[in-house]
């Protein structure tokens, strides 16, 4: 257990020196097809985005097991099992959260370390707190779905459930956890009493209260919290609203006369629903304003843009690249912070791999259609075709699950991208996994 | 023009300074998602290619432009407009060989100026001679299909006719350009006659000898050939067979259950038509030790795994596999070459993305064909399963081109993988493209 052996030569820091920090940013499911795609769209072919202007760059592996044979290795992975491997060190199977294959031993979190030896620590995300990734460093669940005392009933839920002695959904464990800040949505889990068969039941955000948090509905109120407080921010029953909108994908058809009909070219908007939503740049700003002020001890912050993933799954071109574009300006943010505290490691990174690709269409076979006996060339699964910036058509298909029923895109197995800068970022090496960043980050707290 | 102003500084080696070589080595559609699949299935979920071993790793944009409209970009290449901005530094159409898009200029490749300023120069590749990626670095066509004399009647190859004046195609253009080694495939090019409608015209392999190359159809005759003399190693007619073969992957059909029908997984086996076939990694062999000896001046060497792509648009998962892993041996003995000679810059990227994905099966929303009037959950493209080295299942999809008539899969826009060691590795940054990938290395040979 490389946290443990940590924890034994942690001392504090030097005298004279500024306290160590660690802050990861985990874009949810954003791979080199996601930011190329990001890339093109808002600064061009030959843009740059910020977190591409971080000095290291590497390729993380993404581990996962099988629950029925731990032995086993999983290619594919979920948010549950990759962000339990960057907060724990370990690795495990899909929807498992911060307990191990298996056994659902409890793993322990950096975050949990953290906060262990006096740092501050707080998790920032644009989908519910109680979402499997944010989830990972303060909760430990057999299961992702088991987010508020409603889900405890659930079988897979049983092992944590308050009725059989059990700490509590991941709501209530991460309250118990104690985070100095946590920003996002999830008010509908928050809100939930703690029995849900007893109206008399207090609520999470009464036991959050107890427990000394200011519970904020807007980043005005989380910002106005006691200097040192803890502040629960909760700005959406759910997962916050997406900043852009647009077309989904949808399959080509073959038109009578025997030729695809393929979707016309379109122009990102901004989402109405959107509207005083706060940005993750301004959710990250506030965290590192109140954790990074007068900390004597240092601080260990995750945050995530979430709905990269999400809007992945639902064939939403202009909600991922928005997503995208909002988390890296997150990103901005908090290299700038970061460039001044020299005791600062700053690691960009995703959970998983995802299903949009950039396709050539026409075909790159399209001469073949005039031979006899060959139809027409046209991509197999859900097509978007974006008009970008520069005015090129750019066109995206998402094909792991096939038209016309699949219900959602799949992740992929694909490793994923690390842009890292500061403090023990040339510890991470070209190839990493995502149990060594957490191994990494771990020292850079400990030292 | 980066290359011109590099030519003017271009003074040989300092005394008592070994010659500047400058090594480029291609994946053809050598994405991350390939490196994942051969990674997962030679050495395991957590293994480490070689190439991964190099201490630099960026990501390099691949930028084309249209042909009707060159302000414009194109967001996926091919091997010739990708391998012409490696080797010129231009950014050009796909389809084209080291020209410019729109005006058919002749741009000046690595290769030639090197040569130019007495460095020695080779090219390497599992393909034909003649084929998109080795051609850019030696001739300069509209299209990358005027291979032979046989192929100058097409239209798209008229500006390069000899019948117009022009220098012709492909093959004879390499031959004129007088790299010091060239090993292959291309016998049915270079043994085209130079007139196809004369039946005394000399073939180019007659045009080689006049030129002073040793024509070789076996490794050993290429490693016979006179010391510092110049050797076109034939050693297939077009492509070289490829390493390993296996299925195909295919359409997933749904039976009259309304289940879907899913390939059983299978390992992959040696091809047992590549018989004496020399290795990629053979080849390299041979060209450092023919180009790296006594050589005052420096070298400029391509080394290219042409089937990793060509295997992909066929849907056959342990073609590219096992391409790519001898693409990899290749690595480990330039690697090992270059350790020793400190003025060595060792580039390995990938020229496109292309189509396979690692995806999930069962699909992560199984549970859902369990609610009324969803069906069936299943990849829409072509998939093939792999019983991995580690015993497990790896699901791959190839979806970019609809079955059941798609011809071949598409490339991919996504930027492509950089790995580096040695001098000047350090210039090339964390996030590069492919026109500066060819600045770099344009530098390191003019000092």
Known sequence: ????????????????????????????????????????????????????????????????????????????????????????????????????????????????QARGAGLRTGLVTTSALTDATPAAFAAHVADRDCQGPADMSRVECAPDARAR??????????????????????????????????SRSPTIIHRARDAGYTVARSLAEAGAAPPGGKVLGLFARRDLPVEWEGEEARPIEIARDGRPRVPAPFRCAANPRFGDTPTLEAMTRLALERLGGDNAKGLFLMVEGASIDKQTHERNPCGHIGELLAFDRAVTAVAAWAATRPRTLLIVTADHGHAAQIIPYPSMFSDYEKLPGIGPQYPAGYVARLRTGEG????????????????????????????????????????????????????????
Chains 1, 2 share one sequence.
């Not at 993380?60 to 339990?84: C, F, H, Q, R, W």
């Not at 724990?88 to 409890?106: M, P």
């Not at 895109?409 to 190839?431: K, S």
């Open 1 to 112: 257990m490389a946290g443990l052996a940590a924890l034994a030569i942690w001392s504090g820091p030097r005298a004279a020196e500024p306290p160590p920090a660690v802050i990861l940013m985990i874009g949810d499911g954003m791979d080199d097809h996601q930011i190329t795609i990001a890339r093109n769209y808002a600064l061009g072919a030959d843009g740059t985005l910020a977190m591409e202007t971080l000095p290291y760059r590497a390729a993380a592996k993404v581990l996962g097991i099988e629950e029925a044979d731990p032995a086993m290795p999983a290619y594919v992975g979920d948010s549950a099992n990759s962000a339990t491997s960057l907060a724990t060190g370990a690795v495990t199977s899909a929807g498992r959260v911060s307990t191990a294959a298996g056994t659902d031993e409890d793993l322990p979190t950096i975050l949990e």
């Open 165 to 198: 002695g059990g700490p509590g959904s991941i709501a209530e464990q991460m309250i118990a956890a104690g985070a100095d800040l946590m920003l996002g949505g999830g008010a509908a889990y928050f809100g939930q009493r703690i029995d849900p068969n007893d």
């Open 392 to 447: 090129a058509v750019m066109t995206i298909n998402y094909a792991t699950n096939a038209p016309p029923e699949g219900v959602a895109e799949e992740h992929t197995g694909v490793h994923v991208p690390v842009f890292a800068a500061g403090a023990g970022a040339e510890d991470i090496g070209p190839l990493t996994s995502q149990p060594a960043l957490h191994d990494v980050m771990l020292r850079r707290l400990g030292r």
